[in-house]
């Protein structure tokens, strides 16, 4: 006749307090693996997007065109943040920081760009081909032909560069910016555009 094993109540006491620490120790496990998967996803970054006239962004592959003054404002406006791009977008700003040094090496202006700080000495630009899964709360992504589909929720700020023309497209910016609210407009001649118009958008709603 078997015999079932008879516990004395503090073990039994102890085995339950043991149990609720186990199932303790995976809650915890669990919500901290969940607030890392819900900070990815929504952590807060800000887009940068090149359009035309009919908010293309590229053709046949290629973006639909480029000013390197743009690209000297975004570097002014993201320094000491960190930039995210596609591998081939750095070219773009490789540019305007060979400009910068070869004004530099003029006599009495090198001293004058040291005081002021060049972007070289703050944070650099980040390449990579997955940017917008790696990209931080407060990064900028420099976005090109890469789909949004499904990072609309982690994006908190766009900026519009608009090329007031109208260029063969073949990928167009399709975020609906009815639901965001227009922060600032601001337009300045571009070097290879009369007028380039700059704006910038959040996710608050609309006036």
């Not at 791009?85 to 040291?114: S, T």
């Not at 910016?173 to 007028?195: A, C, I, N, Q, T």
Request: hydrophobic fraction near 40%; include cysteine.
């Amino acid at each position: 006749m078997d015999f079932m094993p008879v516990f004395k109540a503090e073990k039994w006491l102890e085995v339950v307090c043991l149990l609720r620490i186990v199932e303790s120790v995976k809650l915890c496990r669990g919500f901290q693996v969940l607030v890392e998967i819900v900070g990815k996803e929504f952590s807060d970054v800000r887009i940068i997007v090149c359009v035309d006239n009919r908010m293309g962004v590229c053709f046949n592959g290629r973006r639909v065109s480029r000013d390197r003054m743009v690209s000297g404002d975004i570097l002014e406006m993201t320094r000491g943040n960190v930039l995210w791009m596609a591998p081939g977008a750095d070219k773009l700003f490789e540019e305007v920081f060979k400009a910068k040094e070869e004004v530099c090496r003029e006599p009495g202006i090198g001293k004058k760009m040291q005081d002021a700080g060049r972007p070289e000495n703050e944070k650099m630009w980040k390449v990579d081909r997955d940017f917008l899964e790696k990209a931080e709360e407060e990064d900028f992504c420099f976005v090109e032909g890469e789909n949004l589909a499904g990072y609309e929720g982690k994006i908190t700020e766009i900026v519009l560069y608009k090329w007031n023309r109208d260029y063969p497209a073949d990928v167009f910016f399709e975020v609906d910016l009815s639901k965001w609210r227009l922060e600032e407009r601001k337009e300045f001649s571009g070097y290879s555009h009369e007028k380039i118009t700059k704006e910038i958008y959040n996710r608050q709603g609309v006036l």
